[in-house]
């Protein structure tokens, strides 16, 4: 059923992904580099919060660390804060700072400015197998104190273990704590705040999922991504793109056509399907990384006259896109408009390196580079 091929086109030297905003801590691929020491204090801070045992560690710890579902019921329970820094191995590079279930706002020693000031997200993760109310008082305590000190956090509610959940029960369950919540941040005259809310599970795709949408809001350039994503697959008669951190497959962008899980579930199993072969069979010794690079390629058909078709884009970074077998014809076409769509986002991410502060480039213009240079099916 797979065919994998080692691709030689196209591929122009290594690409270095070092323009994301320095506040934002996206440093260049070279380790050495220079942006990356100034980036590392400063990098957006993802916070998990939310009551013992709802699953915090084990989330962090099955996206970031490959740990597999059935190995956190190990985990300890964490009694202080853990701060991860994700950021050797993958595009996305931002410190998780994991809490101990039992945390005191009210203690002396809880520093809120310096918590919640340099913060992007914080995560507030709810176990819906259990009884949720004393959850729900924590979440309001937690995001009116963290908006007070920050008002430009970003709150995320995972509504967590709905796999032990039927469909009724699920959609029942994120109703409930919506409204809720909600109620209690109206009744305290905090409508202004906003939260968004997922079903996750870390037995299925929904956790990395719901951990890319997280990353995404903290990612300046995401329209312009995701402008490019659409006018790569129209010109390419390609159904759906995921542009894709290959370590943690979290996508940092897609098209703007609806997602589906299945096609992400798709898209992130080939991911590993790729690195586990280039693992095993790949490779020169001479790399630590080698089982992704710059020569990484591989085209799957699928019994239903569908094709995967994954390309490296730069270091940290793969696009998978899902089409129909008869588009695929013109292979020639897509790899010009892949090269194409890699250039604008090589150019993309070094407007801010080359000068130092600019404003994000608006997208006609972006869109004017791409087009000019698109051949069109
Ligand atoms: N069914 C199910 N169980 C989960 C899921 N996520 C985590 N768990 C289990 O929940 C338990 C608690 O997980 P932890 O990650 O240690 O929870 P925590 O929030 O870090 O707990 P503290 O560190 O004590 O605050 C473990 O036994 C996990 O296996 C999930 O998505 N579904
Ligand atoms: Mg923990």
Not at 7 to 26: A, I, R
Request: hydrophobic share 35%; glycine share 6%.
């Amino acid at each position: 059923m797979a065919s994998y091929e080692g691709d030689g086109g196209f591929t122009t030297g290594s690409y270095v992904v070092g323009s994301f905003p320095k506040d934002y801590g996206y440093g260049a691929d070279d380790p050495d580099h220079d942006t990356i020491v100034t980036a590392l204090d400063s990098k957006p801070r993802i916070l998990l919060m939310g009551l013992r045992r709802s699953g915090k560690s084990s989330i962090q710890k099955v996206v970031f660390h490959k740990m597999s579902p059935n190995e956190t019921l190990f985990l300890e329970s964490t009694n202080k804060i853990v701060k991860d820094d994700v950021s050797n191995s993958s595009f996305v590079q931002f410190q998780i700072w994991d809490f101990p279930g039992q945390i005191d706002f009210f203690d002396p020693t809880f520093d809120s400015e310096t918590i919640f000031g340099g913060c992007g997200a914080l995560i507030f993760v709810i176990d819906a197998q259990d009884d949720y109310m004393e959850a729900l008082a924590r979440l309001h305590t937690t995001v009116s104190r963290a908006h007070k000190v920050n008002p430009n956090i970003k709150f995320e509610v995972f509504i967590h273990k709905v796999d032990g959940l039927s469909d009724d029960h699920k959609i029942e369950t994120q109703r409930d704590i919506y409204q809720r919540a909600n109620d209690d941040l109206a009744d305290a005259g905090l409508e202004s705040i906003h939260l968004s809310f997922y079903l996750t599970s870390i037995y299925d795709h929904s956790i990395f999922e719901a951990f890319s949408k997280v990353v995404q809001k903290l990612i300046p350039q995401l329209p312009i991504l995701e402008n490019l994503l659409n006018i790569f697959i129209s010109n390419s008669g390609i159904e759906k793109a995921f542009l894709f951190d290959v370590v943690s497959k979290i996508y940092i962008a897609t098209d703007s056509s609806p997602v589906d899980m299945q096609s992400y579930e798709l898209c992130c199993d080939m991911i590993d399907v790729v690195i586990d072969v280039s693992c095993i069979y790949g490779g020169s010794e001479d790399t630590d990384n080698s089982a992704f690079d710059q020569q990484s390629s591989s085209i799957i058909k699928m019994n239903n006259a569908t094709i995967l078709y994954l390309r490296e884009v730069n270091k940290f970074l793969a696009i998978v896109c899902i089409m129909r077998e008869d588009s695929f014809e013109r292979q020639g076409l897509i790899d010009y408009n892949f090269h194409c769509f890699r250039k604008a986002i090589t150019e993309v991410f070094n407007v801010r390196h080359k000068h130092q502060s600019p404003p994000i480039p608006s997208s006609p213009q972006t869109n004017g580079i791409l087009e000019e240079n698109l051949g069109k099916t």
